[in-house]
């Protein structure tokens, strides 16, 4: 079952604890994902009551994991979870979001634009080699229910340099994702692996991020 809504009154004291003065930025992405983002079939309509804990509130303190004026790259980005959110939260980050499917793109530019965010929208795959031309290089690349942890570090890894990181928000079963995957993510070059919670202090239910390292590639020995 899922837990009840919050009602609003909390909600928005949390929002206001993560957002501050871009709280109400915060509140229109809230109103665009509850109208436009139904209407587009970008979001469920059974996600609306729950759009601020669930998904915006959760994806914004990621940022607890991310340094001042890093570059984030996130992929698969679909409704712009959990890039904009940390846009929002976050404005000294370089924030660029990916998503293969034109609908998306379409939606995510026309909510950057009218909400004055200096956020880039880059349409394709992430391992597209004009994907990692336009985004590679980044400090950070985040993901949110895009994939298991095998492909995702596949695709992520390539676009982040040496010794940054690959933020996937997963769920109750990250730890066996990363017990299942651990020898293929090392050959992959992603070290470091562990599972953290953000938002501890400040979300009803915190959220499950898989983080790594990209490391030098270990070879097998000939």
């Known amino acids: 079952m899922q837990p009840e809504p919050l009602d609003d009154d ?16 915060a509140k229109q992405y809230h109103e665009s994902l509850a109208t436009l983002g139904v209407e587009r ?3 469920g309509p059974r996600e609306v009551p729950r759009l601020w804990e669930r998904h915006i509130l959760n994806c914004a303190v990621v940022g607890e994991l991310i340094d001042e004026g890093e570059r984030v790259v996130d992929i698969g980005s679909g409704a712009g979870l959990p890039g904009i959110p940390l846009a929002i939260a976050r404005p000294d980050l370089h924030v660029t979001l990916v998503e293969p499917l034109l609908r998306r793109t379409v939606y995510l530019a026309e909510f950057i634009e009218g909400a004055g965010l200096d956020v880039l929208v880059v349409r394709g795959r992430a391992e597209q ?74 979300v009803p239910t915190p959220t499950i991020v898989v983080r790594a390292e990209r490391v030098p590639r270990r070879f097998p020995r000939s």
């Open 129 to 202: 080699p004009g994907v990692k031309k336009e985004a590679g290089g980044a400090d950070v690349v985040t993901s949110r229910a895009v994939a298991p942890l095998e492909k995702l570090a596949k695709w992520s890894l390539p676009l982040i340099h040496e010794r940054g990181r690959m933020l996937a928000l997963k769920g109750s079963s990250a730890e066996e994702e990363i017990e299942r995957d651990r020898s293929s993510l090392g050959r992959m070059g992603a070290g470091k692996l562990e599972v953290v919670k953000c938002g501890v202090d400040i």
């Open 41 to 43: 079939g970008l979001i």
């Open 10 to 25: 909390r909600v928005l004291a949390i929002a206001e604890r993560v957002f501050g003065p871009r709280l109400d930025l």
